[in-house]
């Protein structure tokens, strides 16, 4: 996916639901801080924004995004990208991600913004998860240098669930001893 692409999911999904600030939780919020020039390809390569909003307790705005914008829409078919309706509840964060949040707002949007997660508090969320797309994603963007170990570790600190915690700080932990400083990266070892 491009900026201009979830720029366009923003402005759809803002005025389906009626609503200017759309939270987009998954890896697409990480185009609120880069653009897919600045990324690697395995961290745009997704075509789905999981959108939600705020105040959208009952999911209704929600399920309005998915049932108009969502997988095998006409506006999937038609643009060849989607925006799933998610529950806030979907992601687990670190404490005081809202306050973190990066803002997504441009002409394209049409007035909307989007409320971007991130992108430490992103990758914890999705190491949480750890399904392998997600493992991949925490890879790239580390191996890009976009994010810093230790801040993840610091960010994981700040989970709810001692679980998440060392789930995300033994993952951060095997990658450093792998990839870490003085060890060849990827583009050096080809």
């Not at 491009?2 to 939780?25: C, F, M, T």
């Not at 999911?59 to 060849?80: C, I, P, R, W």
Request: aromatic share 8%; hydrophobic share 40%.
């Amino acid at each position: 996916m491009k900026r201009d692409q979830l720029e366009h999911v923003l402005r759809a999904a803002s005025q389906i639901a009626g609503d200017p600030n759309v939270l987009i939780l998954g890896s697409q919020s990480i185009l609120g801080t880069f653009t897919e020039n600045e990324l690697p390809e395995k961290a745009h390569a997704s075509i789905e924004v999981d959108v939600t909003f705020f105040d959208d307790y009952e999911n209704d705005k929600s399920d309005l995004v998915d049932m108009y914008l969502g997988e095998d829409s006409q506006f999937h078919a038609t643009f060849g990208y989607y925006a799933q309706g998610v529950n806030v509840e979907v992601a687990t964060l670190p404490v005081g991600w809202r306050g973190r949040v990066v803002v997504l707002t441009s002409p394209a949007t049409n007035g909307a913004s989007g409320h971007c997660l991130e992108p430490h508090d992103l990758v914890v969320a999705k190491l949480v998860a750890g399904r392998m797309k997600d493992l991949e994603f925490a890879d790239a963007l580390l191996h890009a240098e976009l994010i810093a170990p230790d801040t993840l570790v610091a960010r994981a600190q700040m989970l709810e669930q001692p679980f998440d915690t060392r789930r995300v700080t033994d993952w951060v932990a095997g990658w450093t001893a792998k990839h870490g400083p003085g060890k060849p990266t990827a583009s050096q070892t080809r």
